[in-house]
């Protein structure tokens, strides 16, 4: 078999998998989270919020944590109770207290 018919073999059965891939997971809110950091933020966005000083109500969850950042030199973590991370965002830090369905945001 020569070398342009594996070629073709290959990316015609690598782009029908790309199809498939995107019409099975196109319409999910399907995150990857290999690293710590998006594992922690991606648990915040699960669970309710509670601030500790009075916000705005309209807050747009996905943007709110978009670009943040554990820093876990910083963070409580192995508690007895619930675990404390730091989370630095563009506008703010944040001590949350990451409960079992409740995220505690207090301001730093």
């Not at 409580?76 to 369905?101: E, T, W």
Request: glycine share 8%; with cysteine; hydrophobic share 35%.
């Amino acid at each position: 078999m020569s070398f342009l018919k594996r070629l073709s073999y290959y990316l015609g059965g690598f782009s029908v998998g790309i199809v498939l891939l995107v019409f099975f997971l196109g319409g999910k809110n399907t995150r990857c989270t290999y690293t710590p950091d998006a594992r922690v933020i991606n648990d915040f966005s699960k669970k309710e919020w509670v601030f500790s000083t009075p916000t705005n109500d309209s807050i747009d969850r996905s943007q709110f944590l978009k670009g943040g950042d554990i820093v876990f030199s910083k963070s409580r973590v192995g508690l007895d109770s619930c675990n404390v991370y730091r989370l630095r965002l563009s506008h703010a830090v944040y001590d949350v207290q990451n409960c079992d369905s409740i995220a505690y945001f207090t301001v730093r």
